[in-house]
């Protein structure tokens, strides 16, 4: 999730080495979600111990990759993340499509990357339901949190960046009753394993509609209260 700073910079490393870390950061972070998932639901029978491990994993890695790769793509990861920047006029929208198929095929590699580290098929259509009324509203939210807090960062608190997405992520993974998915590369790759982080195949639909949704109605509300004020002489 780039500040301006990092937004600048990004713009001296070619496209190739922004997609290509795009593309990385996201394998690692489903690589996270995924992988906890299963280390989490393998050692416990508790799925309440279970999703705690998964959460930690997750807010952390965010704040790794975030840091580590925002100074040379932005650190996106997240489709949804990229349209606002498009919308925002900082990733310009030639480059649009390149970030988001490097940001699916590197959430698909995250997840065969994962399976195989625990010996399970490459790929596993999942059969967890996540569906309904709720659930899609829970991703309006988490979306709708998620770029408002990268708006609001950037605005504030720019060096702030990576934990202040990371500690989001950590707590909505407790507050929406969908855990919090708010990536629509994320969601399909999470359609590809049949293990506790899974969502069907069917339900990506109502998810990913929901995520986007949820972040163009922060995009429109952060850029109404973030305008910098009038002054009067």
């Not at 393998?42 to 491990?53: E, I, K, P, R």
């Not at 890695?61 to 993340?81: D, K, Q």
């Amino acid at each position: 999730m780039p500040d301006d700073n990092e937004h600048r910079q990004s713009q001296g490393f070619g496209l190739n080495r922004r997609v290509a870390a795009e593309a990385l950061g996201t394998c690692l972070l489903v690589m996270t979600v995924v992988g906890s998932g299963i280390m989490g639901n393998t050692l416990s029978d508790d799925n309440a111990l279970a999703l705690l491990g998964n959460t930690l994993a997750t807010g952390a890695i965010l704040v790794v990759l975030i840091t580590i790769l925002g100074p040379i793509s932005g650190a996106h990861f997240n489709p949804a993340v990229s349209l606002i920047f498009t919308l925002k006029r900082q990733l310009p929208r030639r480059e649009l499509g390149f970030y988001v198929a490097a940001q699916v095929g590197g959430g698909i590699l995250g997840t065969m990357a994962a399976h195989l580290m625990f010996n399970l098929p490459m790929i596993e259509v999942s059969l967890k339901a996540r569906t309904g009324g709720p659930q899609w509203f829970s991703e309006w939210v988490a979306t709708f949190g998620l770029i408002g807090v990268v708006l609001a960062g950037m605005r504030f608190e720019q060096k702030a960046i990576p934990w202040l997405v990371g500690l989001y992520i950590t707590a909505a993974y407790w507050f929406t009753a969908s855990t919090s998915f708010a990536n629509p590369a994320v969601a399909l790759a999470r359609s590809l394993t049949n293990t506790f982080s899974g969502i069907r195949p069917l339900d990506l639909p109502g998810f990913i509609a929901a995520e986007l949704l949820g972040a163009l109605c922060a995009f429109a509300l952060m850029n109404w209260l973030l305008r910098q004020p009038s002054v009067n002489v």
